[in-house]
T-cell receptor, first 113, second 112 residues
């Protein structure tokens, strides 16, 4: 079956540091890949997505590249801010119909001023 | 634009009591609808999905049920809550045939 593995953290960084959150996946076929962000007490917001190999998704300074050869979709940001503190979820979709997303367990990111 | 609403935002219920959580979507027609549960340290688990009125698929056997009485309304229910039903319940919608899902603000359920 499908699965997503990501570092759980918490990951603690100083403001303006470089961020990498690793995500690897197992899936049949060619899944779409996503990063969602969850701020405290809120639902999930779509951060970025990529639908095929070598695609790069980007939004709000975050980016991730779909690497089929390494089955990875690592999230990166060049300079984090305190406001980036949240839980980040990597997810995949491989269904042809109405199947749900398969999520990783989430990475709690803490940015210190 | 599309919006998704969930209520209540927070709920505290005793063990054995019934449950009804509601989700509605605005600004789209015939969406796919989903219920997920987020338990502490366990990520998100898909509970139910629906492709149309009255059409419900269950992903995990449990004491919860779902119904879709109207095109843009999705309800999660239980006749008797268990302690293990505590968690953060998220509703999501997506366009038919599309891969992206959009989430509501969630309901925090605590069963005591």
């Amino acid at each position: 079956g499908n699965s997503v593995t990501q570092m759980e953290g918490p990951v603690t960084l100083s403001e303006e540091a470089f961020l990498t959150i690793n995500c690897t996946y197992t899936a049949t076929g060619y899944p779409s890949l996503f990063w969602y962000v969850q701020y405290p007490g809120e639902g999930l917001q779509l951060l970025l997505k990529a639908t095929k190999a070598d695609d790069k998704g980007s939004n709000k300074g975050f980016e991730a590249t779909y690497r089929k050869e390494t089955t990875s979709f690592h999230l990166e940001k060049g300079s984090v801010q305190v406001s980036d503190s949240a839980v980040y979820f990597c997810a995949l979709y491989s269904g042809g119909g109405a199947d749900g997303l398969t999520f990783g367990k989430g990475t709690h990111l803490i940015i210190q001023p | 634009s599309q919006t998704i609403h969930q209520w209540p935002a927070t709920l505290v219920q005793p063990v054995g009591s019934p449950l009804s959580l509601e989700c509605t979507v605005e600004g789209t027609s015939n969406p796919n609808l989903y219920w997920y549960r987020q338990a502490a340290g366990r990520g998100l688990q898909l509970l139910f999905y629906s492709v149309g009125i009255g059409q419900i698929s269950s992903e995990v056997p449990q004491n919860l049920s779902a119904s879709r009485p109207q095109d843009r309304q999705f309800i999660l229910s239980s006749k008797k809550l268990l302690l293990s039903d505590s968690g953060f319940y998220l509703c999501a919608w997506g366009l038919a045939g599309a891969d992206t899902q959009y989430f509501g603000p969630g309901t925090r359920l605590t069963v005591l």
